[in-house]
């Protein structure tokens, strides 16, 4: 597999995939899954670029994480139309093992030995990242009153009665990416993967002409011809509200976390809008156990399950603390639970102190800030606000300026003070961030004296910090200079003559660098400065 880090291995490696004609679907789904672990290496290098706010890097990231799926995807395309090329080949049924009493001048030996033609077939096949299903329905065999279920793939879809009587093409495929709208912007998270059905005429059948067999050969484009639902001629004459509604099933990855029924849609991809619409959805029913989620729906489009982006943030507080001096304890409150992360040098470490099922595979496995985020993400708890979610937060849109040196003051100072949220924060306007900050020379996770006079709030601007006059007890907000203080470029300058002397000498020292880098990203990540 290519290094995502070197271009040239990127770009020879799509080259050949797309140069190479896959014909086989076990083949073209192994080359999928492959494709799927290149991209998981990808999100790795983007975690980076937004730890460093590399927008560039970003973009690179994003466009071959696309390149590579829809190419991958395309080879999914290639096998099908191939075995819809030879769907006659799959219509024929095995011979029976031929009975030991029948002799070699039965006459019905021939007919044993031949391969019986069936009305109708299924193929099915699935890796970890995709699951596919056709089911090649040759002759009429009338209206379903049954979903066609693909059984062990667990997912089925209704056949639309309107092409109950003609020979087609059922495909069904579910992929645990967003194969969809991962370069739009859109207020929704897809979690779980998409689900996609789609509908083809049943292809044309070779021909005996003498001794030659003719049959025809199409682009991929001419055979996988999709056939829409509703039908177009049956839009026209009446609404969507009077269209008979087909049932649909798949199943969910086990990591996903859905504890609120009211917290996610089922929608379906609206390509004219470039947006997610639950519209014309129905009987949504989801099993927690088994991670099925059935609906009714009246239009054949890519679905998914999706929840707000702003499920779990803007936060209600957060405690930054160091307990050693390579460790890192993170409290945050969201909006549905609190979450605790350990913080070493390079790494992140999520602590499920929620004991959540869908999350306990997480527990002990450190990785970058990025990568450990973004596979949160994909279980359906996003951390990672963008200033895009500022407006649907109802939070106002922090100077970055501020917030980044903020962050540079935490990150450096973490060994020496410990850090928590201010209330007023979010009051303040948007060229200020506010924390309140004590010593904490003992390395303690918690303090057995906690009182509201042991913190100070410090106030961050695009170049400059000041202590505040603020306090959480208070009922107003005052951000008034304390007397005899003024401002200063940083948190180290401003505390000197403020606090201990140890705490000073504290300061002074150059330890823990990896660490507080570490710091710095995981907060770029988690924008608890901004979102609090």
């Known amino acids: 597999m290519p290094d995502p880090t070197i271009e040239k291995q990127m770009t020879a490696y799509i080259t050949l995939l797309s140069e190479q004609k896959i014909e086989d679907l076990e083949e073209a789904l192994n080359k999928f899954q492959q494709t799927e672990k290149i991209v998981k290496n990808i999100y790795y290098s983007l975690g980076d670029a937004l730890e460093e706010y590399n927008s560039v890097k970003k973009m690179w990231c994003y466009n071959y994480i696309t390149t590579l799926r829809s190419l991958a995807k395309r080879k999914i395309d290639e096998a099908i139309s191939e075995i819809l090329m030879h769907a006659d080949e799959h219509l024929l049924k095995p011979p029976e093992p031929v009975s030991s009493t029948l002799t070699a001048t039965s006459k019905h030996m021939k007919g044993a030995l031949d391969p019986v033609q069936v009305k109708e077939t299924y193929i099915k096949s699935q890796r970890e990242e995709i699951r596919v299903g056709l089911w090649l329905n040759y002759q009429n065999t009338g209206h379903k009153f049954k979903p066609i279920d693909f059984d062990e793939l667990t997912m089925y879809a ?167 001096d390579d460790q890192v304890l993170l409290d945050i409150t969201g909006k549905r639970m609190p979450f605790s992360f350990i913080i070493t040098p390079g790494n992140l470490e999520f602590v499920n102190t929620q004991n959540i099922i869908e999350l306990r595979y997480l527990e002990g496995v450190k990785m970058p800030p990025g990568a450990l985020l973004f596979e949160l993400s994909t279980c359906g708890v996003h951390l990672i606000p963008e200033p895009r979610d500022c407006e649907a937060s109802g939070i106002k849109n922090k100077s970055l300026d501020a917030e980044e040196l903020a962050i540079m003051d935490l990150s450096m100072n973490i060994r020496t003070f410990a850090f928590r949220s201010s209330k007023w924060n979010k009051d303040a306007s948007e060229e200020m961030v506010l924390v309140r900050v004590r010593e904490n020379l003992e390395y303690d996770s918690f303090f057995a004296e906690d009182e509201e006079h042991d913190w100070r709030t410090v106030a961050w601007h695009a170049n400059k910090c000041h202590f505040v006059n603020a306090r959480e007890n208070a009922s107003e907000m005052n951000l008034n200079i304390p007397q005899g203080h003024e401002t200063h470029f940083m948190l180290q300058i401003a505390m000197n003559g403020n606090c201990t002397e140890l705490a000073e000498n504290r300061m002074n020292e150059l330890k823990s660098v990896d660490l507080s880098d570490t710091v710095k990203k995981t907060l770029r990540l988690l924008k608890i400065l901004s979102f609090t």
């Open 158 to 324: 209704d056949m639309p009665r309107q092409y109950a009587d003609d020979p087609c093409v059922m495909r069904a495929m579910w992929t645990n990416s967003n194969l969809i709208s991962t370069m739009i912007e859109t207020p929704e998270l897809v979690v779980g993967g998409v689900y996609e059905v789609h509908i083809y005429r049943f292809p044309e059948l070779p021909k005996n002409v003498r001794e030659w067999r003719l049959r025809p050969v199409k682009t991929l484009e001419n055979m996988l011809v999709q056939r829409p639902y509703p039908p177009s001629d049956l839009i026209s004459g009446m609404s969507l509200s009077n269209i008979n509604p087909l049932k649909m099933m798949y199943q969910l990855p086990s990591n996903v976390y859905l504890p609120d029924p009211n917290g996610y849609k089922v929608c379906w991809w609206d390509s004219t809008t470039l947006s997610w619409s639950n519209n014309e959805i129905s009987d949504l029913n989801f099993d927690a156990v088994s991670k099925t989620i059935a609906f009714k729906i009246k239009k054949l489009a890519p679905l998914a399950v999706v929840i707000p982006r702003i499920t779990d943030y803007p936060y209600s507080y957060f405690y930054l603390r160091a307990v050693s």
